[in-house]
């Protein structure tokens, strides 16, 4: 507005100026009372012709172009939301197939794995098993065996020590005492 | 040197007599009707692409829809939106007649009184009865300013009156002042020009390409200051106060 008011002083600053024309002139012809009527009818005819203009075809036709464009604004990014929304549901899909994969991977290792791991429990528990039974069948043999070469050696040291107390006293020995004493000799052993 | 205020002249192109009163077509008849006619072949023919992506002179059309609409929007309110074909035209109207005003040899219609406070008395007129219609009686509690002392409102009412009353003198002589007084600087200074001679006459000569330059942003200055104040008088009308 001080614009408006800086622009108002210089303008009676310029009648003070203008008048020993306007003096010549027989005064500002803004202020001849005679042209008024007619200024007053052709404005009055121009204003509301332009209004005419201006309020049926020139704002409607503005006013649509703009709506227009709003619209096909709106449109388009209404478009682009169903777009974004469709991407988004596609990647979630695609997130989901690919840890539903990933589950089932998991979930056939760990079968395999078990798998394995029975197998290898069962074969290791058969194979200890067979080994048990294997030793517990060598051990009674030599257990056996062990009996076998104990009766055996008391016999042999029996004929031995018949044998050696012949020899000594060139007489043969009596077997009853020999074996008994070789059998008391061998018990004090064991 | 010629007379500065030789410009205004208005002169009798065709005589017409409507029943005893004076509808003669002067110079300032053809000017009015230039106006609306650049303003309607301006957008017109910029609206006739109707682009979705408008070009230049598009753009200017639809900038000056929205530069009125922004304004009446800001300044008036949602209800301002009916008013809209009248502040267009009123913008529209006094922007190209002080434009073509600018033209060598041009009439300024905008630099009559008589034009300017026919145009301001149609917005007081309007703008009154607006608020009338609006709100009847109460209208004029508009002149009882509030969270004022009773003791001083005897004063403060017949203040009120005189400076609503004195609203279409002030916008018409506002803008009538101004294209006159520019119009006659810009006439005073070009006619030093010649009589200066070829060595002095440049001093004015280079004041007046600046008074062109100046006059063009007062053109366009004066166009919405004339609508602002119409908006903040349409919304005084509508909401008081």
């Given at each position: 507005?001080?614009i408006v008011?800086?622009?108002i002083?210089?303008?009676f600053g310029?009648?003070a100026?203008?008048a020993?024309?306007?003096?010549?002139g027989g005064?500002?012809?803004?202020?001849d009372?005679?042209?008024y009527?007619?200024?007053?009818?052709?404005?009055?005819i121009?204003?509301?012709?332009?209004?005419?203009?201006?309020?049926?075809i020139a704002?409607?036709r503005?006013?649509?172009v703009?709506?227009?464009?709003?619209?096909?604004?709106?449109?388009?990014?209404?478009k682009?939301?169903?777009?974004?929304?469709?991407a988004?549901?596609a990647?979630?899909?695609?997130?989901?197939?690919?840890?539903?994969?990933?589950?089932k991977?998991?979930?056939?290792?760990r079968?395999?794995?078990?798998?394995?791991?029975?197998?290898?429990?069962e074969r290791?528990?058969?194979l200890?098993?067979e080994?048990?039974?294997?030793?517990?069948?060598?051990?009674?043999e030599?257990a056996?065996?062990?009996?076998d070469?104990?009766?055996?050696?008391e016999?042999?040291?029996?004929?031995?020590?018949a044998?050696?107390?012949a020899?000594?006293?060139?007489?043969?020995?009596n077997?009853?005492?020999?074996?008994?004493?070789?059998?008391?000799a061998?018990?004090?052993?064991? | 040197?010629?007379?500065?205020?030789e410009?205004?002249?208005v002169?009798?192109?065709i005589?017409?007599?409507?029943g005893?009163?004076?509808a003669?077509?002067?110079n300032?008849?053809?000017?009015m009707?230039?106006?609306?006619a650049s303003?309607?072949?301006f957008?017109?023919?910029?609206?006739?692409?109707?682009?979705?992506?408008?070009?230049?002179?598009?753009s200017?059309?639809?900038?000056?829809?929205?530069?009125?609409?922004?304004?009446?929007r800001?300044?008036?309110?949602?209800?301002?939106?009916?008013?809209?074909?009248?502040?267009?035209?009123?913008?529209m109207?006094?922007?190209?007649?002080?434009m073509?005003g600018l033209?060598p040899?041009?009439?300024?219609?905008?630099?009559h009184i008589?034009?300017?406070?026919?145009?301001?008395?149609?917005?007081?007129?309007?703008?009154?009865?607006?608020?009338?219609?609006r709100?009847?009686?109460?209208?004029?509690?508009?002149?009882v300013p509030?969270?004022?002392p009773?003791?001083?409102?005897?004063l403060?009412?017949?203040?009120?009156?005189?400076?609503?009353?004195?609203?279409?003198?002030?916008?018409?002589?506002?803008?009538?002042?101004?294209?006159?007084?520019?119009?006659?600087?810009?006439k005073?200074?070009?006619?030093f020009?010649?009589?200066?001679?070829?060595f002095?006459?440049?001093?004015?000569?280079g004041?007046?390409?600046?008074?062109?330059?100046?006059?063009?942003l007062?053109?366009?200055l004066q166009?919405y200051?004339?609508?602002?104040?119409?908006?903040?008088?349409?919304?005084?009308?509508?909401?008081l106060?």
């Amino acid at each position: 507005m001080r614009i408006v008011k800086k622009a108002i002083i210089p303008a009676f600053g310029i009648f003070a100026f203008a008048a020993p024309a306007m003096a010549a002139g027989g005064g500002l012809p803004q202020l001849d009372l005679s042209t008024y009527s007619s200024q007053a009818i052709w404005l009055v005819i121009s204003f509301i012709a332009l209004y005419a203009l201006m309020s049926t075809i020139a704002l409607p036709r503005i006013g649509e172009v703009l709506e227009e464009r709003q619209n096909r604004i709106d449109d388009n990014l209404a478009k682009a939301e169903n777009l974004k929304a469709q991407a988004d549901a596609a990647v979630e899909t695609y997130e989901k197939s690919l840890s539903d994969a990933r589950a089932k991977a998991f979930d056939a290792i760990r079968e395999v794995k078990e798998k394995a791991g029975a197998e290898a429990h069962e074969r290791q528990s058969k194979l200890t098993a067979e080994l048990s039974a294997k030793i517990k069948q060598a051990e009674s043999e030599i257990a056996k065996a062990k009996i076998d070469a104990l009766s055996g050696i008391e016999t042999v040291a029996v004929d031995v020590a018949a044998a050696a107390i012949a020899k000594l006293i060139n007489e043969p020995a009596n077997e009853n005492s020999v074996s008994s004493a070789v059998s008391s000799a061998l018990k004090n052993r064991t | 040197m010629a007379n500065p205020i030789e410009q205004f002249t208005v002169r009798p192109l065709i005589e017409i007599n409507l029943g005893g009163l004076d509808a003669t077509f002067t110079n300032a008849s053809a000017f009015m009707l230039l106006t609306v006619a650049s303003v309607t072949m301006f957008l017109a023919l910029s609206m006739r692409g109707r682009a979705l992506v408008p070009g230049r002179w598009q753009s200017m059309a639809e900038l000056s829809y929205e530069f009125i609409a922004g304004l009446l929007r800001d300044n008036v309110g949602s209800e301002g939106r009916r008013f809209f074909p009248f502040v267009f035209t009123l913008f529209m109207f006094i922007l190209f007649a002080n434009m073509l005003g600018l033209m060598p040899y041009s009439f300024t219609i905008t630099s009559h009184i008589i034009v300017t406070f026919i145009l301001a008395m149609v917005v007081f007129i309007g703008v009154t009865i607006v608020g009338i219609l609006r709100h009847g009686v109460k209208f004029f509690s508009y002149f009882v300013p509030s969270g004022v002392p009773m003791a001083v409102l005897p004063l403060m009412i017949p203040i009120e009156i005189i400076s609503y009353l004195s609203r279409p003198i002030s916008l018409s002589v506002r803008l009538f002042a101004n294209m006159t007084a520019g119009h006659i600087m810009m006439k005073v200074f070009a006619g030093f020009v010649i009589p200066l001679g070829i060595f002095g006459g440049w001093a004015p000569f280079g004041v007046d390409v600046l008074l062109v330059g100046f006059e063009f942003l007062v053109a366009f200055l004066q166009a919405y200051v004339f609508t602002v104040l119409t908006c903040l008088y349409l919304h005084d009308a509508i909401h008081l106060h």
